[in-house]
């Protein structure tokens, strides 16, 4: 990287530092009007977006507009709807053992935050983060990904055009411009990504003792009982598996299916996904001819170890495609079982107990996603207790990312904190406890030394009973 560079990325975060002193005291109505300015930038530029997307990733307009566009506006109207609240100090009840004093949760930002953005979902994935930066009163800096050149263009464009000079910036460039805001001393780091690279936005953190929240992956499994309702299913699954071709974190990866249905379900997964992504003008494409070969890679290993195709599996390099492709009869020590997809491709697995698919999961690193499709209430229970994932879904797949009240986020390989709606906004908050004393006698100098005798009472009556 050339100094003038260097500086530069400095220069902005020594802006977004200053700048975030001022916004520690900003009020519920500076808030609001920030996000709805960002509102009102992307309903007025809602074109403009499809086309960077589209440019991009050859999105369809109305997918942009369903997982870009909407959730982003979704995440500005329920932060301002619910700001008030959020931000009100949270009275915390008092015991005996501090009888006179008031205690309180006082919601302050965290300061400078840094917004490291990949490019599956190139606008959302930067701008969701933003808007709980905001309504959490912090200033930002975006690093969105250079492989969506186009969209990180318009997200550039769109912070210098929403806000002012120190409140938030945006950084372009590849891994030296990385590299060097992660040099930089921020008090909270949002990324989203791999977990291998998460690791690295972890260990550059901990230098700084920055808190950061990991939007991460990971194989996400999908498991599909002999009581489902077997079409719902598979409509569901392909919808899920095959959105943005299959570049979704939170897709269904693997997919175990009982024995007894594996067939039938092979058949509608068939049906339903040449009717949701027959039509290529429904279909996405795949980020980048590396990305695009390694997905070939992992179904050639997979071929050469015995897996069958059922359908799909052509793909074209020269215009960056892949069609949507199941496999059966995968073998668990290939690479596409060990390694995230991240493509459109589901390797099916079939099973008789639901032990073993249990077994299967706990054996592998927590998923960020886990869905099951079952009708049998006992089914449901025991793996939802029994396995552990960042989210899960019942009788649906991907769903749950868009919920307005839910958490979202892995679990350690799959992630570290929550994201979306008042989670997002804890995220970018301190949680500052605060006491408040009255003047005088107070509980607490009973028990203060010297300890006489009827201190020593008080004090064993604390460790007994309070």
């Not at 520690?24 to 086309?51: G, N, P, Q």
């Not at 440019?55 to 700001?83: C, F, G, M, S, W």
């Not at 695009?292 to 599996?313: P, Q, S, T, V, Y």
């Amino acid at each position: 990287m050339d100094t003038a560079t260097q500086s530069h990325i400095r220069n902005l975060f020594d802006g977004i530092k200053t700048h975030a002193v001022r916004l520690r005291t900003s009020t519920i109505s500076e808030r609001k009007s920030a996000l709805k300015k960002l509102e009102d930038w992307i309903m007025s530029h809602r074109w403009e977006i499809h086309e960077a997307v589209f440019n991009d990733l050859q999105k369809p307009h109305h997918e942009t507009d369903l997982t870009e566009v909407y959730v982003v506006l979704a995440e500005i109207r329920k932060a301002r709807k619910n700001l008030k609240s959020w931000m009100a100090p949270k009275p915390a009840a008092t015991s005996l053992t501090y009888l006179g004093t008031k205690a309180e949760t006082f919601y302050e930002p965290k300061g400078a935050c840094l917004i490291i953005a990949p490019w599956n979902y190139p606008f959302q994935l930067a701008t969701g983060p933003l808007v709980s930066a905001i309504a959490a009163g912090n200033t930002a800096i975006i690093k969105p990904s250079e492989f969506s050149e186009n969209t990180s263009e318009l997200i550039r464009r769109m912070c210098n055009e929403v806000f002012r000079p120190g409140e938030v910036s945006v950084v372009l460039g590849a891994v030296d411009e990385s590299q060097e805001l992660l040099s930089l001393p921020f008090d909270h780091i949002f990324f989203t990504g791999s977990p291998q690279v998460g690791k690295i936005v972890m260990s550059a953190a901990a230098k700084h003792l920055a808190s950061v929240t990991l939007e991460l992956g990971g194989k996400s499994p999908t498991i599909v009982d002999e009581t489902a309702s077997i079409k719902d299913a598979a409509q569901k699954i392909a919808w899920g598996k095959w959105q943005n071709a299959g570049q979704v974190c939170i897709a269904p990866d693997y997919l175990y299916v009982h024995e007894d249905v594996k067939e039938k379900l092979i058949e509608e997964l068939v049906i339903q996904s040449e009717k949701l992504y027959g039509n290529k003008n429904t279909y996405g494409a795949i980020i980048s001819r590396h990305h695009h070969n390694r997905i070939n890679d992992l179904m050639a290993d997979a071929i050469d170890k015995g897996a069958n195709i059922e359908f799909g599996g052509k793909s074209d390099r020269e215009h960056l495609r892949f069609t949507p492709t199941l496999l059966s009869n995968v073998s668990a020590n290939c690479r596409i079982m060990e390694e995230e997809i991240f493509g459109p491709i589901l390797p099916l697995v079939s099973f008789r107990e639901i032990d073993e698919v249990i077994s299967f999961v706990n054996q592998k690193p927590k998923p960020l996603a886990l869905y099951l499709f079952s009708n049998k209430k006992s089914i449901i229970q025991q793996v939802k207790k029994e396995t552990s994932a960042g989210m899960m879904a019942i009788n649906d797949v991907v769903l749950q990312f868009a919920h307005p009240n839910l958490p979202i986020g892995g679990v350690n390989n799959s992630g570290i904190g929550k994201a979306h709606g008042h989670a997002g906004f804890i995220a970018f908050s301190n949680e500052k406890a605060i006491v408040k004393q009255r003047k005088g006698w107070t509980m607490a100098k009973t028990v203060y030394p010297p300890y006489s005798k009827f201190k020593k009472f008080m004090i064993d009556l604390m460790v007994k009973y309070f």
